[in-house]
Structures are given as structure tokens and as C-alpha cells.
């Protein structure tokens, strides 16, 4: 793989863990978020998280989340990062990091140009910011939508921090997205699934060897 670290998001189950393992994946995802399909609460997450081998990180992800739900998420999931997906401003990532021994990143909403603008206001808090897709107003979620945006907008951003691609992701169009961004960190959580919730082993193996095949 050149040099492309992949997080598999929304683990729910110790069979997907071990595909993302088995298949490459640097990162391992879990959502504290309990709209989300894929909510794990804290208690749950030490019987997933063991099965992640040292070779990936956790990550947690988070949609402005309370003192409390971070804390135990942190504990009980061993979190060496925290993603986070809501209108947390760039005061809040400064306390979290005082506070917490983890990385942070700052998940940004693309939809236009100057939404990559928003992302340079946590250049300074933020370990990494993830250009995601903006969902639709109405919709229950900000992330985990399988909606992509125009890459072509990141073509000739200048990049002051580090910086991973997400939304709507998939083997079919991962490799278009790599060409068109030169992402080196992609973020995937609906296009390995067969239903909202549901990882699929077999399509987190074609999305890494799509990946693989760049
Ligand atoms: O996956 C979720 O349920 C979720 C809930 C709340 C915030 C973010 C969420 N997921 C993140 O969304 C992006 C894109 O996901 P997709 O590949 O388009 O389904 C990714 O960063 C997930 O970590």
C-alpha cells in the first residue's frame, strides 16, 4: 500500500475488528454516539477493544460530547484518539488536549470551498483534521451517511496540517478519490457495510485491496 493509513469505522462486532486487522487497517473505529447504528456504549467497548492488535490504533468518535461519556470512553476503549464530529470550537479541542492524554481530530463538513476554510481555525488544536461530507440538514447524523462531496475541491487546497478524506467512501470509488485528493489517510465507515450498522468483511478486504492497488 503506498504509504495510505485506513480507518475501518463503526466496529461493532469482533468479526469485523479482526477483518480490519487481517486486512491492514491502521486505525480501528468505534462510535460513542447513540443515534448513530453503530453506538457503543463504554461498557461495551472493553470486550470489543481487546481485540484490536498493538499494530492499529482506537480512535472514538464523538459528536460534542459531555466530560462524562469522554471520560469512561477513553478509559474503557483505551482511545489513543478521539474523533470529533460536531461543532466543537477550537477552545474545546485546546481544554480536551490539556486534559486527556489522546490525539485529536477535528471531523470538518465539506460542501463547498470555503467550508475547507472553516478547517484552518483548528490547525493549531488539532493532530488531524478529516474532510468529511456535509449531511443533510434533516438527517439524524453528521458522519456515517455514505455521502462523498466534490474532491476536486481538495485538489488545490493548500494543506497547512495533516488531513485524511471520508464520506461515502467505497471500493468502487476509493481509487478515483486517492487520484483526485492524494489523500495519505482515508476514512471508512458505510461503504464496508451491508446495512447501516453492519460491517461486511468481505467488502473491508475489497476496499483494502482497492487501496493496495493504487
Ligand atoms: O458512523 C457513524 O455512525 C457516525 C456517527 C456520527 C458521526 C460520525 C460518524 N461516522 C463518521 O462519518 C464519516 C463518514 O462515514 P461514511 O464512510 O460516509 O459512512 C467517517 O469519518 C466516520 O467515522
Not at 482506537?58 to 460534542?64: K, Q
Not at 490525539?103 to 470538518?108: C, F, G, T
Not at 465539506?110 to 481555525?121: N, Q, W
Not at 434533516?138 to 462523498?148: D, E, F, T, V
Request: aromatic share 6%.
Amino acid at each position: 500500500m503506498a504509504d495510505i493509513d485506513v480507518k475501518i469505522c463503526g466496529l461493532t462486532s469482533v468479526e469485523a475488528i479482526e477483518a480490519a486487522a487481517e486486512a491492514g487497517a491502521a486505525y480501528a473505529g468505534f462510535v460513542f454516539f447513540e443515534k448513530s447504528p453503530r453506538n457503543v456504549v463504554p461498557r461495551e467497548a472493553p470486550a470489543l477493544v481487546k481485540h484490536v492488535p498493538k499494530t492499529m490504533k482506537r480512535v472514538g468518535v464523538f459528536v460534542e460530547p459531555s466530560d462524562s461519556l469522554l471520560e469512561r470512553a477513553i478509559v474503557a476503549g483505551r482511545l489513543d484518539i478521539i474523533q470529533l464530529h460536531g461543532d466543537e470550537r477550537p477552545e474545546r479541542l485546546k481544554s480536551l488536549k490539556a486534559r486527556h492524554k489522546v490525539e485529536i481530530w477535528k471531523a470538518i463538513p465539506v460542501s463547498t470551498a470555503s467550508d475547507l476554510e472553516r478547517a484552518k481555525r483548528y490547525r493549531d488544536d488539532a493532530n488531524l483534521i478529516l474532510f468529511d461530507a456535509r449531511t443533510p440538514k434533516a438527517s439524524r447524523l453528521p458522519g456515517g451517511m455514505g455521502i462523498a462531496f466534490d474532491w476536486k475541491l481538495l485538489n488545490k487546497f493548500k494543506h497547512k496540517a495533516p488531513w485524511g478524506l471520508s464520506g461515502g467512501l467505497n471500493a468502487d470509488n476509493v481509487a478515483e478519490a486517492l487520484a483526485i485528493t492524494g489523500a495519505t489517510m482515508l476514512d471508512v465507515s458505510s461503504g464496508v457495510e451491508s446495512e447501516p450498522g453492519i460491517k461486511n468483511p468481505d467488502k473491508i478486504s475489497a476496499f483494502m485491496e482497492a487501496v493496495k492497488a493504487v
